[in-house]
C-alpha cells in the first residue's frame, strides 16, 4: 500500500484479486470517489468477490488475464487515468491449497493447473502430447531444473505404460528422477512450478501487462509488482529498467539528459518479506516487490 501511494479519489487496478486481501487494503483507504477495478482469471476468484462487489460500489470486478486487461481499461475510458496498478503473480494459497485444482505436489488430486479450468490445456494433456525435447525445455526454462532431460525421460517413460493424470503420480516420478534434494525443497518443486508457468502462459501474460502498462497509468501513477521466481522477477527488473533508461539512440547523438523519453522511475529499492512475516506465513520468504512511477 505504501509503493501504491493510495490517494482517497484515485483509481487503482488490483490485476489479481484472489481472495481480496489487497483490494480490502486499497478499499480502505479509499474515500467515497475513489475507484478500484479487479481482475483475476480464476473463476474461483470471481466467485469469492461476489459478496465484496456487492456491498461496495466502489469496486468493479471482472474475470480477465493480464493480457485482456488492457483492453478492458482502454474500452472503460481509463486509459491513461489508472493511478496505480498492483500485480501479485504467481497461484494463489486458494489454489494451493485445493487438491482438486492440481496445483500441488503435497497433496494427491488431478494433473490440471490451469488457472482458469474452463480454457487451455491442463498439465495432464500437455504432458502426454509434448514429445521429450519439449518437455526438457520447459522443465529447464521455467523451473530452472538442473536434471530436466532425466525428469522428462522419466515422464516419456512412463507415460507408454499408463497416462500421468494424478499429481502423486508425478511427485512420485520426480522423487526418483532428481538424485539430490535442495534443502527445504520437494524434488518435485521445480518440475510443478515449471508445468504451471507452461499450462498458464504465465510469463506471456505478465510480458504482455507490462507492455500496456505504461499507456494505462496516469502521470505520477504507481505500478507495483509482487513476483515469487527469479523468471518473473527478472522480467519486472529489466522491464523498470529499461522505461527508466529511456530508448536506445544511436551513439554520438547530440541529445541532452532531459531530451531521453524515460517512462517509468523506480521508487525505492527492491523489498522483501522481513523475518518476522516470513515466520507468520512461509509463503512470503520467496517474495520480492518493485515499484515505479510513471513520468510525464
Known sequence: ?????????????????????????????????????ATDRDPAAIAAGAPL????????????????????????????????????LGVSSPQLDSPERGFSFSAAGPLDMRMDPSAGTSAADWLAGADEREITRVLRDYGEERFAKRVARAICTARRES???????????????VPTREPGKHPATRTFQALRIQVNAEL?????????????????????????????????????????????????????????????????GVVRASDDEVRANPRARSAVLRAAERLA
Open 53 to 88: 462487489v456487492a456491498a461496495d460500489p466502489r469496486l468493479t470486478l471482472r474475470q480477465a488475464r493480464f493480457g485482456e486487461l488492457a483492453e478492458w481499461l482502454a474500452g472503460a475510458g481509463l486509459a491513461g487515468r489508472i493511478d496505480g496498478l498492483l500485480a501479485d
Open 1 to 37: 500500500m505504501q509503493a501504491l501511494g493510495v490517494r482517497t479519489d484515485g483509481v487503482y487496478v488490483d490485476a489479481t484479486f484472489g481472495r481480496g486481501g489487497h483490494a480490502r487494503a486499497i478499499l480502505a483507504r479509499l474515500g467515497p470517489g475513489g475507484r478500484l477495478l
Open 204 to 268: 506471456d501474460e505478465l510480458r504482455a501487462l507490462l507492455a500496456n502498462v505504461c499507456e494505462l497509468l496516469a502521470v505520477g501513477g504507481r505500478l507495483v509488482v509482487i513476483s515469487f521466481h527469479s523468471l518473473e522477477d527478472r522480467i519486472v527488473k529489466r522491464f523498470i529498467r529499461d522505461e527508466s533508461r529511456g530508448g536506445a539512440l544511436p551513439k554520438g547523438l547530440p541529445v541532452t539528459d532531459d531530451q531521453i523519453p524515460r517512462r517509468l522511475k523506480p521508487i525505492g
Open 163 to 177: 497416462p500421468l493424470t494424478t499429481t502423486a503420480q508425478l511427485a512420485a516420478l520426480c522423487e526418483r528422477a
